[in-house]
């Protein structure tokens, strides 16, 4: 009896802080109904509602301008997100007694229901015309498919570094199946996609197929990395269907959700490192009994996760698909692919170019995860002509890091390249300042000699005169 009595009291306390009926049925490990009954017995007043004050007047007119505030960025209104308010507000609303995130989540809420109706009404007054439609669709629920997968990126910021991670989950279930991170160098970036490369979404593929095996279609959002050759050329190949998610309906893609749970767990979880949070967010969460709308009882996304909707296939099957291809001339028996150089020798029948011709071009394949070999076949037949061992030696092999030196040695060329432009117009525009200085200063000497000498002819002019009339 003092056991339940303690947790109904941590219930209500967790509940008054912000915290969600499903996270706290989650904490204390008691079903939700158990939970919500709890909660809305200690803080139902007379009339049913929650015991929550409202906002200070002198506070919701700080806040009111800022949910409605709109500026706009590559030809798309932004609003400012709800934690960014709080960061902007946060000593105002310490002091109103909102201590945490979630409590002014949950206040929020209700403020916005009370000034415009809803969310929906919020972004009609605050949205450009032209955007309402994006804001006002009905939502409507998703079909949850068996053996369909999705993959989206998020942020998360653990000890000091902001990360960009990368999360796979197959739909019917909502299991996440794997992952990849890496750290922003840049501060404050807010683009989770643009830190990764095909590259590491072939190799997060290679790794999730490899050990839960083919799955139905793989569901994304436009983003390039997302789009590019490489990535549809390997499904292709594979015979996975590729499904494009609808541009700025988030609703459309159910991970959104997943991720959102997920970062509530990475929060009470303690680790050594980045690697290990997401792992352990990852079981903890395969593993806790969810609320689906699809399913009748609360379920684990590891007991119903549908194994029978994915194919086998062989790691090499996986990692020939997700090969990179390039189209390459041989010069001087090597290949040159960005900084790297490959050695290759094409038999005398191949190689006879004479003056009027040009290079032979070959068809190149490489391994993601092995650059030290090229696979060539004839560019015309498709006929296997032989692997070219790498030649050049450079540092770091690695893929990825690879690509990423090359991104960052191309953005320094461009770099240079504007500011040499910069520095010659400058000394262009200084040039012609400097000559039109000379010029000037040779009219004003010109000018100078001519009244001196119009001055000297009057003189004499004068003599003669005086002359003539003694």
Same mark, same amino acid.
Not at 199 to 228: C, M, Q, W
Not at 421 to 448: C, F, G, M, P, W
């Given at each position: 009896m003092e056991r339940d009595k303690a947790m109904r009291?941590?219930?209500?306390?967790?509940?008054?802080?912000?915290?969600?009926?499903?996270?706290?049925?989650?904490?204390?490990?008691?079903?939700y109904q158990t939970v919500k009954r709890w909660v809305e017995q200690g803080t139902a007043g007379k009339r049913g509602r929650p015991k929550t004050e409202p906002f200070p007047e002198e506070l919701k007119k700080k806040l009111l301008p800022l949910l409605l505030s709109v500026k706009e960025e590559k030809g798309k209104s932004r609003v400012l997100s709800l934690r960014r308010i709080y960061s902007l507000l946060e000593i105002d609303l310490k002091l109103a007694g909102v201590k945490t995130l979630h409590a002014f989540y949950y206040r929020v809420e209700k403020l916005v229901k009370e000034e415009f109706g809803s969310w929906e009404a919020l972004e009609q007054k605050r949205r450009p015309r032209k955007e309402i439609s994006q804001f006002t669709t009905p939502k409507g629920k998703l079909v949850r498919e068996k053996g369909v997968v999705e993959i989206d990126a998020t942020g998360y910021s653990f000890k000091g570094k902001n990360y960009s991670i990368l999360l796979v989950m197959e739909q019917f279930s909502s299991r996440i199946l794997g992952y990849a991170v890496i750290e922003n160098k840049e501060a404050g970036a807010t683009h989770y996609n643009k830190a990764f490369t095909s590259?590491?979404?072939?190799?997060?593929?290679?790794?999730?197929?490899?050990?839960?095996?083919?799955?139905?279609?793989?569901?994304?959002?436009?983003?390039?990395?997302?789009?590019?050759?490489?990535i549809k050329e390997g499904l292709k190949t594979l015979r996975v269907e590729i499904k494009r998610a609808k541009p700025y309906k988030p609703n459309q893609k159910l991970i959104e959700r997943v991720i959102r749970e997920l970062k509530d767990t990475m929060r009470w979880i303690k680790a050594e490192s980045i690697d290990e949070l997401i792992t352990s967010a990852i079981r903890t969460y395969n593993s806790t009994l969810h609320k689906f709308e699809h399913f009748a009882q609360p379920v684990s996304p590891d007991d119903v996760f549908p194994h029978e909707a994915f194919r086998e296939a062989s790691e090499d099957e996986l990692r020939s698909a997700f090969r990179e291809r390039f189209v390459r001339s041989v010069h001087n028996n090597t290949i040159r692919i960005d900084n790297l150089v490959y !050695?290759? /020798?094409?038999?005398? &029948? +191949?190689?006879?170019?004479?003056?009027?011709?040009?290079?032979?071009?070959? =068809?190149?394949?490489?391994?993601?995860?092995?650059?030290?070999?090229?696979?060539?076949?004839?560019?015309?037949?498709?006929?296997?002509?032989?692997?070219?061992?790498l030649l050049s030696q450079t540092e770091h092999l690695e893929p990825t890091e690879h690509r990423r030196a090359k991104q960052e040695e191309k953005r320094r060329k461009e770099r240079v390249k504007?500011?040499? !432009?910069? /520095?010659?117009?400058? &000394? +262009?525009?200084?040039?012609?300042?400097?000559?039109?200085?000379?010029?000037? =200063?040779?009219?004003?000497?010109?000018?100078?000699?001519?009244?001196?000498e119009g001055a000297g002819e009057e003189e004499i002019d004068i003599l003669k005169l005086l002359s003539q009339e003694d």
């Open positions: 009291k941590r219930a209500k306390e967790l509940f008054m802080h912000g915290f969600s009926i499903s996270k706290i049925s989650k904490v204390l490990g008691k079903p590259l590491d979404v072939a190799r997060l593929l290679i790794d999730t197929f490899s050990h839960y095996g083919l799955p139905v279609a793989v569901k994304t959002d436009n983003e390039k990395i997302l789009t590019a050759e490489l !050695e290759f /020798v094409l038999t005398q &029948e +191949e190689k006879e170019l004479g003056r009027s011709k040009k290079s032979a071009k070959v =068809l190149c394949y490489r391994d993601i995860q092995d650059l030290t070999k090229l696979y060539v076949y004839d560019n015309e037949t498709g006929e296997y002509l032989g692997v070219a061992p504007k500011l040499k !432009e910069e /520095v010659r117009k400058y &000394e +262009e525009a200084s040039v012609s300042k400097e000559e039109e200085d000379i010029l000037q =200063l040779l009219a004003n000497d010109t000018q100078t000699q001519e009244v001196k």
